[in-house]
């Protein structure tokens, strides 16, 4: 259904050809009925769910059309960064890793957003993600986060108590004492290998960089006990048998085939909230049901035993160009998109969780999932720790990627001296990615 009815009126007419390369200029942001459009960008996650919300929040001042990004997250910031820094009139509504907020806002690529964007209802795990400065910047749309997933039949086989708390030392070695089964992470030299070393420093009481609001000029603390106990998990995955053959270049996708694969007793995987519904028997497809009842899932590994797990905290926010040629309607556009009603959309069909505590109890999202595994996502995401909210911080996961990849050449005696040098020398210009 439309947020109104559209009323459409064709006019033809005889142009010559100045008077047609401008019109067509102009129609390039408009509807054939001179409605205005609003381009939105795109993650390719949800990517139905998405275009139908378009259509849903259209309205008879303007139409929404959709336009994808690319997959990962990195080429997805170079696309959005070369449209915005060319000031780019027809980027009117995109898609944000959280952690692009901070430099698009700090470039001056995105329009403010109302105060009230950001309510008591929303998840503070993800709210944070939006503010820069004393602003608003763009409206959460979900809130995503990560949890262990396993089989209930290969923690038995091991004999971990998953009742408790787990460390990554004790899910690795409970993987390699049974013939097959692995570990599954995300170890390719992408963001998310990133989103791993972070978590695992904050796990054990560090940060990659302190007061990063200070951009360049912030605190370089990567070499740290805390970051030898995150190169510890990595070199003890990396050298163990529990290490599946694609680690160094495994993703969120590559994972989840080792957890139902044919003739093994399954995985532990850290992986975000979709993998629920990805794993769900359906028509698209062939996981049976006594597969699907062996799943199971607890709370992020922690990296070290006396101290809580640090979950990572992702999702996507929405922003609007700083460019738009209709920044009321792109402002209003969003408010519609981020309602609490399409996040229920988005985490019913697609496993993307909401950004509000409110959608969280709405009656279609408790009837499709245990209600266990919905509290976990939701104080994963309000308990866990956050990528370094800079300006710069492309650069930061740029030089962390350069130093700690490949996973089976990680030393907790060197590695995370070198990468903070080499980090360090790359915010002061002394040295390039």
């Known amino acids: 259904m439309r947020a109104g009815t559209r009323s459409r009126r064709l006019v033809t007419a005889t142009l010559g050809g100045g008077v047609a390369l401008g019109l067509a200029a102009t129609l390039a942001a408009c509807g054939s009925s001179g409605t205005p459009t609003l381009t939105w960008y795109l993650n390719p996650d949800g990517q139905e769910t998405l275009a139908a ?9 303007y139409d929404i059309r959709t336009r994808l990004l690319p997959t990962s997250a990195t080429d997805q910031r170079v696309q959005l960064a070369r449209r ?18 901070p430099e698009f806002a700090n470039a001056g690529w995105l329009l403010e957003l109302p105060q009230d964007t950001v309510t008591d209802d929303t998840l503070e795990g993800i709210a944070e993600t939006v503010r820069w400065d004393d602003g608003i910047y763009a409206a959460p749309l979900w809130a995503n986060t990560q949890v262990l997933w396993y089989r209930t039949s290969l923690a038995e086989e091991a004999g971990l108590d998953m009742s408790r708390p787990v460390t990554w030392e004790q899910v690795i070695d409970a993987a390699a004492s049974v013939d097959g089964a692995t570990v599954g992470v995300q170890a390719n030299k992408y963001e ?26 912030a605190d370089v603390t990567l070499d740290s006990r805390a970051a030898e106990e995150a190169a510890r998990v990595i070199e003890r995955l990396a050298g163990s048998k529990a290490a ?38 359906s028509d698209a497809n062939d ?5 699907f009842e062996d799943l199971a899932w607890a709370r992020y590994p922690r990296t070290v035993p006396d101290r809580a797990s640090a979950p990572p905290v992702g999702g996507i926010d929405v922003g609007v160009g700083a460019f738009t040629e209709h920044p009321d309607l792109a402002r209003e556009a969003v408010a519609c998109i981020t309602s609490a009603e399409h996040q229920v959309e988005l985490a019913v069909t697609d496993g993307l969780m909401p950004a509000t505590q409110s959608a969280y109890d709405a009656p279609r999202l408790t009837d499709a999932y245990p209600p266990d595994l919905l509290e976990l996502f ?7 720790g956050p990528r370094p909210k ?19 050449e990680v030393d907790p005696r060197s590695t995370p001296e070198e990468s903070a040098e080499y980090l360090q020398a790359v915010l002061e210009g002394k040295a390039l990615l």
Request: with cysteine; net charge negative; charged share 20%.
């Open 244 to 281: 599946q053959s694609d680690l160094s270049v495994s993703n969120e996708g590559t994972a989840l085939a080792y957890m139902f694969g044919p003739d093994t007793p399954g995985q532990f995987m850290t992986n975000w909230t979709f993998v629920y519904k990805n794993y769900e028997p």
């Open 53 to 61: 919300i378009a259509e849903e929040c259209s309205t008879d001042e």
């Open 390 to 408: 800079s300006a710069f911080y492309a650069t930061v996961s740029g030089a962390i990627q350069a130093t700690w990849h490949s996973p089976d």
């Open 287 to 291: 996981y049976t049901e006594e597969q």
């Open 192 to 217: 998310a290998y990133v989103v791993w070393i972070n978590a695992l420093i904050l796990g054990a009481g560090g940060q990659v960089i302190e007061n990063p609001q200070e951009g360049r000029d």
């Open 84 to 101: 915005l820094a060319a000031e780019d009139g027809q980027t009117d509504l995109m898609n944000l890793d959280p952690v692009f907020v």
């Open 378 to 384: 939701r104080t994963s995401v309000d308990e866990g």
